[in-house]
């Protein structure tokens, strides 16, 4: 699922180098993937009814994914795949500092230690040291930002799944998201004149790439995740380290020896944190 989620961001990069948009990636792979789960849910049997009450909470999270779909398809399209993913791997930590904010947890003293040693990890991937800071800042700093705001938004939803939307079957819960993601980005991109497709051949190719991988990873994670331990469910994190191979392998994409031994020891970082939590 790991691999499969990192061939969605890599197939997107395709897309985005030949001539096709974020929004409409997003558009794509949004109603692509709620298209999906719709026919799942029908041939299991998955009751689709929505409790007052919870449908703002809902429209609330599905307007957050679209936030952070934005965020992080925006970055893949600056920055490599694999270090947008590493960023955007702040997410667990953000979400365990929301809930000791908002007095749901208080982390123990290993988490901070996990979050201190995967920032150390970042720094090093990024290749962020005080006397290459500005010339590599230039270079990567907004693709950086792009995906740090898709990791905060998705933090909120983090929260929200763990809290206010827990009762509902996770099925029901990411198709009214992705439905809400996909319907937003197109009335936007649209409004804005941003839905470009792609202009050759290739670009198609990773369009419908991402969607199926995207589509894969989604509708797996249902079948598998009741099926795994909570320590198992770090090899989810393995999802940077997929997309260093796939995109070196395929676009060519290549960072220094220390920035790879930086990616492990963030990716590491995380799981250990997964784990202590």
């Given at each position: 699922m790991?691999?499969?989620?990192a061939?969605?961001?890599?197939?997107?990069?395709?897309?985005?180098?030949?001539?096709?948009?974020?929004?409409?990636?997003?558009?794509?792979?949004?109603?692509?993937?709620?298209?999906?789960?719709?026919?799942?849910?029908?041939?299991?049997?998955?009751v689709?009814?929505?409790?007052?009450?919870?449908?703002?909470?809902?429209?609330?999270?599905g307007?957050?994914?679209?936030?952070q779909?934005?965020?992080?398809?925006?970055?893949?399209?600056?920055?490599?795949?694999?270090?947008?993913?590493?960023?955007?791997?702040?997410?667990?930590?953000?979400?365990?500092?929301?809930?000791?904010?908002?007095?749901?947890?208080?982390?123990?003293?290993?988490?901070?230690?996990?979050?201190?040693?995967?920032?150390?990890?970042?720094v090093?991937?990024?290749?962020?040291?005080?006397?290459?800071f500005?010339?590599?800042w230039?270079?990567?700093?907004?693709?950086?930002?792009?995906?740090?705001?898709?990791?905060?938004?998705f933090?909120?939803?983090?929260?929200?799944?763990?809290?206010?939307?827990?009762a509902?079957?996770?099925?029901l819960?990411?198709?009214?998201?992705?439905?809400?993601?996909?319907?937003?980005?197109?009335?936007?991109?649209?409004?804005?004149?941003?839905?470009?497709?792609?202009?050759?051949?290739?670009g198609?190719?990773?369009?419908?790439?991402?969607?199926?991988?995207?589509?894969?990873?989604?509708?797996?994670?249902?079948f598998?995740?009741?099926?795994?331990?909570?320590?198992?469910?770090?090899?989810?994190?393995?999802?940077?380290?997929?997309?260093?191979?796939?995109?070196?392998?395929?676009?060519?994409?290549?960072?220094a020896?220390?920035?790879?031994?930086?990616?492990?020891?963030?990716?590491?970082?995380?799981?250990?944190?997964?784990?202590?939590?």
């Open positions: 790991s691999t499969a989620f061939a969605n961001h890599v197939a997107a990069r395709l897309a985005f180098d030949h001539g096709a948009s974020v929004a409409a990636a997003i558009v794509t792979r949004a109603a692509g993937t709620a298209l999906v789960l719709l026919v799942l849910m029908k041939f299991q049997g998955v689709m009814s929505l409790p007052r009450e919870l449908r703002g909470r809902l429209l609330l999270a307007v957050l994914v679209a936030v779909s934005y965020c992080l398809y925006s970055a893949v399209a600056l920055i490599p795949a694999a270090l947008a993913l590493l960023v955007f791997q702040t997410c667990p930590m953000l979400y365990v500092l929301l809930s000791w904010a908002m007095g749901k947890e208080v982390p123990r003293p290993q988490a901070f230690a996990a979050m201190l040693l995967a920032l150390v990890g970042l090093l991937a990024l290749n962020i040291t005080p006397d290459k500005a010339a590599q230039s270079t990567l700093g907004a693709g950086v930002m792009w995906a740090f705001g898709g990791a905060f938004s933090a909120f939803v983090y929260y929200m799944n763990s809290h206010s939307l827990k509902l079957d996770g099925r819960r990411t198709f009214v998201m992705t439905a809400v993601t996909a319907t937003i980005v197109l009335a936007g991109g649209g409004f804005s004149g941003k839905l470009a497709l792609p202009a050759d051949a290739t198609w190719a990773g369009l419908v790439l991402l969607t199926i991988f995207y589509c894969i990873a989604m509708s797996s994670l249902f598998v995740l009741p099926r795994l331990s909570a320590a198992s469910t770090v090899a989810l994190n393995f999802e940077p380290i997929a997309a260093l191979v796939l995109a070196w392998v395929f676009l060519g994409q290549t960072i020896p220390l920035q790879i031994a930086g990616a492990f020891v963030t990716v590491g970082a995380i799981a250990w944190l997964g784990v202590k939590k």
